[in-house]
């Protein structure tokens, strides 16, 4: 989208209003009216097309707009695609319901929440994708909190911590490797660097969940034997339901792209599951489509396993091409370019530049609604700047991250908040009190900026 600048930009308070405006539209509908983001997405790009027409810009113009900003969104549409099949293949073919079987050991106690935090994260970093972890590990481990009884909001904000903990400090993540390719600073001296706001993000978030987690009790536990036993007797589980997810992995640590990994573990699991004739040929490749339904005899079991399928990612797929749209309009009329340049000319001491990063990475975030644009255009926006006053690049890296990458799950018309209200079935609105590492990140880095901790000068 850095292209989409028209020759005169509108004035910094027009842009601010226009920005505001479509915010507070966007906010009523889906927190007042409770409706689905489609409406007032598809309300903000008419107010922004009428906009744009006013101003003297072509339908053409316009348009093109819309198609260069939800282009920038199909890498990550395919990618939505193929995460429906692997959710629906791995339940197939046992993947899920082992990981679930694990779980389910794993997390006994009074510390659940944070428990799922910390398994989250450890999964996170070695996948290096929130999307995987989250569709995985954090499926299997819903499914947990449901059959405990415990809070599914709060169990989702702790899969969203830890899997964008993960995201954030692996360096097989995608968005890692863009914050320090964009500034030009190492990888591993990013990574290092954000240790000294990840850490302490990482802590008081577990702490948090400890304390935040039910207590056990003889009622639970009776519900979790029965869970166990009903996974065990369905059929599901076999030794091969491991070898998907150790093709995932390494597939991770050969760097093997997103879509190719994805598609090679989901026919691997597919296939895995038509050789020891869980399902007829014909209806396992139609689950792809529709997804899995399970038939154990037990309900909570076949909820929690009826799921996936490319049909379950059409919500969000949709939702994502019609808010990238939206910042494609946002670009072609100037008005992020307008904010951007206004901000840029008042920037002189570490407090200011570090405030204005981390509020620019997330106000794209709100406004775009795309977190490798978050980073891209903020890390192109502060570069200078950074040089200018002599601070080192591995701060601005660390902030578009503190402030890009774990913001965007925190934003219900986000492409990662519409795929994990999708994958994990509770709404954004729900789970955003409770995404407590995503929330401490930004305010950790802004502290440190205003303090001077930790802010490094060029050597």
Known sequence: MLHLQPKKLPSMAEAIILLILIVSVISYFIIRLQTVPHIPILIGLMIMLSYGLFKGFSFKMLQNGMIQGAQTGMGAVLIFFLIGILISSWMVSGTIPALMDVAFLMTGGPWFLALVFAITAI??????????????????????????????????????????????????SDTTNLASTVVKVDLFDHIKNMAWTTVPAFILSFILFAFLSPSENAESAGSINSIQQALSESGLIHWSSWLPLIILIGATLFKVPAFISLAITSITATVLAGIRGVMPWTDLWNT????????????????????????????????????????????????????????????????????????????????????????????????????????????????????????????????????????????????????????????????????????????
Do not use: H
């Open 288 to 459: 792809w489509f529709d997804g899995f339904t399970a038939e154990t005899g037990n309900d909570a079991v076949n909820s929690m396993l009826s799921r996936g399928g490319m049909n379950s990612m059409l919500f969000t797929i949709s939702l994502v091409i019609l808010a990238l749209a939206l910042g494609g309009l946002f670009f072609v009329t100037g008005v992020i370019p307008a904010v951007l340049n206004s901000i840029q000319q008042s920037l002189q001491t570490i407090r200011t530049i570090t405030l204005s990063t981390a509020l620019t990475a997330i106000g794209i975030n709100i406004f775009i609604g795309e977190q490798y644009l978050s980073i891209l255009l903020t890390g192109e926006a502060y570069q200078d700047i950074y040089d200018k006053a002599d601070l080192a690049r591995k701060n601005l890296s660390r902030t578009l991250e503190d402030a890009g990458t774990v913001i965007n799950p925190l934003v219900p018309w986000s492409v990662c908040g519409v795929f994990l209200a999708d994958v994990l079935g509770v709404a954004v609105i729900d789970y955003l009190p409770f995404a407590f590492f995503c929330l401490l990140s930004p305010v950790l880095t802004i502290l440190f900026g205003l303090t001077g901790k930790t802010i490094e000068r060029k050597a």
């Open 123 to 172: 999964v996170g970093v070695a996948l290096g994708s929130s999307f995987t972890t989250s569709a995985t590990i954090g499926v299997a481990l819903l499914g947990v909190a449901s059959s405990l009884d415990a809070s599914l909001a709060m169990t989702a904000g702790a899969i969203v911590s830890g899997a964008f903990f993960g995201d954030k400090m692996s360096p097989l």
